[in-house]
Every structure is written in structure tokens, then in C-alpha cells.
């Protein structure tokens, strides 16, 4: 069974900071990865879909990479504002087009 | 991205009673659609599956009499939570796929926030 983890659980940084999210799987044998963002209360709203013939993909502030030898994804967030405060999910497809999800991580950005 | 519109965004109702919670895909036709679970600062833990035209295939540990699924067309499916207690209370999220054009991105409702008291 396909595990998802997540790490840092939470995270604070000062506004103008990077952050860096880590997320590790233990099945390599996925399809694609999405990175989600989660407000209090809200349903998941998706940042970046990378399809596992890729190695990155960027949108505005936000790059996240693949590398599914190591089964590792990480999402950058470049120059932090605290409207990035949200909770981070990470979550990949295998072959039964099903999700699996990380626990998520925290984001605090302090003005 | 395509959109996913779940309702009802909150509901409360009394102990014993049955909630029906939708979730439509406005425009693109989903295949497959999926509905989670979240407890507070917890994951999205899938409850079910359910393809077009056929059953939904629940995830163990999930009980079908109690959390009815039905994919009642290519845009809509929709969860029953029957004879509701307070330990249901939870935040529902649904989510679509148009599984014909492969393992495609797939799309999350607003979620739905039921308390059972």
C-alpha cells in the first residue's frame, strides 16, 4: 500500500523567506503527483500536477519537483507572504486512479 | 482547471436522521468520482469510489448501508450519510476525474462540513 509522508508537519518562517516542502512515497510506480492547498475549512484547491514523465513543474512562485528513483517530491515557495499560509498536501496516483495523501504540512508566514 | 461544486458547504441535523451531500462536475464529464473524510488537522482518507455505471467500491473499514454512494450520471454523484450520529461529524470532500482521457489531474469540491447533533 502506497504511504505518503509529509515533512515538516508545520512550519514558520518570516515573510519574504522560501519555503520548502518535502514530501516522500514509498511506491514509485506512480502516474503523477499533485501538490494541494488547503485553507481552514475549504476543500483542496490544486497548485501543481507533475505527471511522472516529468521532473518539475512551475507555476508563478511555486516549483515543485519529481524524482521517483528516490521517491521524493519537493515544492518550493519562493519569496513567502502570509497569504501562502495554508495547509500543504501532497498526494500521488497509482494504477487504481486513486489518491494518496500526506498528512500535510502547516504553513505559517509572519508578517 | 475544471470544477468540482460540492452542497451543501455546512449542514446540521439531528441524530437518526440522513444527510445527501452532491457533488457535480460543471464542466467535464467525470468517469470516476471519489469521496473522503477528514477529521480535524488530519488527512483526506478515501472513503470510496465509484465509477460511471457501476457500484462504488468501498475502502475497508468503510460501511456501504451507512455511507450510500451513487454516481447517478456522468456529472454528478452524490454521498448519503443514513441514520447519522454525532461520531459522523466530519468534513466530506469530493472528488472528480474524467478517467477517459487517462490518469488525469483530478479536481476537489469546496467540501462539506456536517456536524450531527
Known amino acids: 500500500k502506497q504511504e505518503v509522508t509529509q515533512i515538516p508537519a508545520a512550519l514558520s518562517v518570516p515573510e519574504g523567506e522560501n519555503l520548502v516542502l518535502n514530501c516522500s512515497f514509498t511506491?514509485?510506480?506512480?502516474?503523477?503527483l499533485q501538490w494541494f492547498r488547503q485553507d481552514p475549512g475549504k476543500g483542496l484547491t490544486s497548485l501543481l500536477l507533475?505527471?511522472?514523465?516529468?521532473r518539475e513543474q512551475t507555476s508563478g512562485r511555486l516549483n515543485a519537483s519529481l524524482d521517483k528513483s528516490s521517491g521524493r517530491s519537493t515544492l518550493y515557495i519562493a519569496a513567502s507572504q502570509p497569504g501562502d499560509s495554508a495547509t500543504y498536501l501532497c498526494?500521488?496516483?497509482?494504477?487504481?486512479?486513486?489518491?494518496?495523501f500526506g498528512a500535510g504540512t502547516t504553513v505559517t508566514v509572519r508578517a | 482547471g475544471a470544477v468540482v461544486s460540492q452542497h451543501p458547504s455546512r449542514v446540521i441535523c439531528k441524530s437518526g436522521t440522513s444527510v445527501k451531500i452532491e457533488c457535480r462536475s460543471l464542466?467535464?464529464?467525470?468517469?470516476?468520482m471519489f469521496w473522503y473524510r477528514q477529521f480535524p488537522k488530519q488527512s483526506l482518507m478515501l472513503m470510496a469510489t465509484?465509477?460511471?455505471?457501476?457500484?462504488?467500491?468501498?475502502e475497508q473499514g468503510v460501511e456501504k448501508d451507512k455511507f450510500l454512494i451513487n454516481h447517478a450520471s456522468l456529472t454528478l454523484s452524490t454521498l448519503t450519510v443514513t441514520s447519522a450520529h454525532p461520531e459522523d461529524s466530519s468534513f466530506y470532500i469530493c472528488?472528480?476525474?474524467?478517467?477517459?482521457?487517462?490518469?488525469?489531474?483530478?479536481?476537489f469540491g469546496q467540501g462539506t462540513r456536517l456536524t450531527v447533533v
Open positions: 498526494a500521488d496516483t497509482t494504477n487504481d486512479y486513486k489518491l494518496s
Open positions: 472528488s472528480a476525474r474524467d478517467a477517459r482521457q487517462g490518469i488525469t489531474e483530478a479536481f
Open positions: 465509484s465509477n460511471e455505471g457501476s457500484k462504488a467500491t468501498y
Open positions: 507533475i505527471q511522472s514523465s516529468q
Open positions: 464542466d467535464f464529464q467525470a468517469t470516476t
Open positions: 511506491d514509485s510506480a506512480i502516474y503523477n
